[in-house]
């Protein structure tokens, strides 16, 4: 059973930036995929960026420019370097990955609060 561990999340103002890390407990070079999500209270969960296996990178147009999607397979660990943030990406920040065999897999969450 794979496992994800977010970290990095917390209060930052406007403007400023965070890193949010998510280590897998298996090779992440063995997954299909890896995404951030992000949901806000009251909201549906949202895609923020994925990455492939392959290394290419997508972004919802909320955050791009602004975010970059990264991993480390030697760490089994993909980051999400957040810059220029915002109020309205207050959000709690969830990690996913998706398997070879199309299992889904997902973080506990971390929370990012930007204040104006």
């Known amino acids: 059973q794979v496992q994800l561990v977010e970290s990095g999340g917390g209060l930052v103002q406007a403007g400023g930036s965070l890193r949010l890390s998510c280590a897998a407990s298996?090779?992440?070079?063995?997954?299909?995929?890896m995404a951030w999500y992000r949901q806000a209270p009251g909201k549906q969960r949202d895609l923020v960026a994925t990455?492939?296996?392959?290394?290419?990178?997508y972004y919802a147009d909320s955050v791009k420019g602004r975010f970059t999607f990264s991993r480390d397979n030697a760490k089994n660990t993909v980051y999400l370097e957040m810059s220029s943030l915002k109020p309205e990406d207050t959000a709690v920040y969830f990690c996913n990955a998706i398997s070879l065999q199309l299992d889904t897999y997902w973080g506990q969450g971390t929370q990012v609060t930007v204040s104006s």
């Open positions: 990455i492939n296996r392959g290394g290419s990178t």
């Open positions: 298996g090779s992440i070079s063995s997954f299909r995929g």
